[in-house]
């Protein structure tokens, strides 16, 4: 008698060579040792798909119907699904076979990219900020010729134009250089063609009024300060300028980093995270480099640094934006002057020695406008610079635009004019001269930086170059 097992396995990811299962001799006292593996390897790859099977279940669950075009869940575009498949697949073999590893790794890659932006772009993005406006507080001002300290304009164009260079070259390096780490950001590239990216204008605004709302709130702290600090000197509504000016250095700056490591975690856009890395095309890369060695992250983060150093030299944006800032900052320096100056001569009634205002408090303490100023005033101060720096966050991805856009522009226009002429051949196609030229060139083939570099200033990140 013989016993044939089952000529067909109905499972489609199985090889034709699984498809057979050996004849056994039913007079045989013992199975074959070949026939043991045989049925062993039909049963792991039984296994294997059944776990795919059921990882792609689990991420049809965790797309949900965040990202549009996603279809829901159950009810997929085909191209959707396919990419489900293909990741689930992905997943299993580089050893997050369950849905719980799976979850796990995106968890993973969740806190990496969210610490990493938060601190690490965070940071390079406001540092320049933070040393120019100290160094204009600390350093500058005993360096500068008294014709320079006495010429708000003059000392407000000296510190902007240093401030913006600072921002913009630290915030372009540093941002390039921990930008090389991040393992999921925006990748609409990367989808499935099902799923519709976001239009370019409605990115555009929703990261600058983000930015510009981070901005808002940072810098409003700084108008509480001067009442707070009243409350505690507890001198008729005066207060000490120097202490004043300093602490609103330190809230300025030290809000930057906070306002501007949530900007960059928000624009990793956490609603759809998870999402998008489990339909990106590029998954295992991804995967490959969460493993990476202390030694290639070295390098890709020397490399970032590099790009955008070159970024610096190669694109006038920075040079926009650091002019920008400057004009910001002078407009700054003069309302506040002209503030400063006002309230002075209204606390003092006109009371002047040696051309110092001197204003009487209630209790009848004397008090030199030049040491001293009413709280409400440096009030007034901060309120400006909240509505200054506010609308210059909001201008400086405005002027990136336009002049990004107008040496894109500039830069074709270039290099047709330069490209050989030819004259075509009854083979070639009848299309103008200069169309083929331009699908030769390539103008941002090795400025990859230009355009995944932030830029911010004043603690809030303003633009994508």
């Known amino acids: 008698m013989r016993i044939q097992a089952p000529t067909h396995l109905t499972d489609p990811l199985l090889s034709t060579e699984h498809q057979m299962i050996p004849t056994i001799q039913s007079s045989s006292p013992t199975v074959s040792s070949e026939a043991i593996n045989n049925h062993s390897e039909i049963v792991t790859v039984d296994s294997r798909a059944s776990e795919i099977g059921r990882l792609t279940g689990h991420l049809d669950t965790v797309l949900g119907e965040n990202l549009p075009g996603s279809g829901r869940p159950g009810h997929r575009p085909p191209d959707v699904m396919t990419r489900m498949l293909a990741n689930a697949e992905v997943l299993h073999n580089a050893g997050f076979d369950t849905p719980e590893k799976c979850d796990a790794f995106a968890k993973n890659c969740w806190t990496h990219d969210a610490t990493l932006a938060g601190l690490g772009l965070g940071v390079a993005s406001n540092l320049g900020y933070e040393l120019g406006m100290t160094s204009a507080a600390e350093v500058w ?22 401030v913006g260079g600072l921002d913009v070259a630290i915030g372009v390096v540093g941002g390039a250089a921990s930008g090389s780490r991040i393992l999921n950001g925006r990748c609409d590239d990367k989808m499935p063609p099902s799923i519709e990216a976001p239009s370019a204008m409605k990115t555009f605004t929703k990261d600058v009024l983000t930015s510009t709302l981070l901005n808002y709130a940072k810098n409003s702290v700084r108008v509480l300060a001067p009442p707070i600090q009243n409350a505690i000197e507890g001198r008729g509504g005066f207060i000490n300028r120097d202490v004043s000016d300093r602490t609103d250095v330190q809230i300025d700056g030290g809000g930057g980093f ?22 990106r095309d590029d998954l295992k890369d991804v995967i490959d480099k969460t493993n990476d060695s202390w030694g290639k992250a070295t390098l890709d983060v020397v490399s970032g640094a590099a790009r955008g150093a070159k970024a610096l030299v190669t694109s006038p944006v920075p040079v926009a934006i650091a002019l920008t800032i400057g004009g910001f900052i002078n407009t700054l320096f003069a309302s506040n002057s002209a503030i400063d100056r006002t309230g002075s ?32 005033m440096m009030m007034a101060k901060r309120a400006s610079s909240t509505a200054q720096m506010g609308n210059m966050t909001s201008s400086i991805p405005l002027v990136a635009t336009m002049v990004d856009a ?37 103008l941002n083939q090795d400025d990859e930086s230009i355009h995944s570099t932030s830029i911010s200033i004043g603690g809030t990140e303003t633009t994508q170059l």
């Open 141 to 162: 001002a005993g360096l500068l010729p008294k014709e320079v300290l006495s010429n708000p304009n003059a000392f407000g164009t000296v510190v902007g134009l240093a």
């Open 406 to 442: 107008l040496f894109d522009s500039l830069s074709t226009f270039l290099a047709n004019c330069s490209a050989p002429k030819s004259s075509p051949t009854p083979t070639q196609s009848a299309l103008p001269e200069h169309d083929s030229n331009f699908t030769e060139i390539d």
């Open 258 to 279: 906070i306002s501007n490591g949530i900007d960059k975690v928000l624009k990793l856009n956490p609603g759809t995270y998870t999402q998008r890395l489990v339909l």
């Open 345 to 376: 001569r209204n606390a003092a009634d006109g009371n002047s020695v040696n051309g110092t205002f001197i204003a009487t408090g209630e209790d009848g303490t004397q008090f030199n406008l030049d040491e001293d100023a009413p709280y409400e």
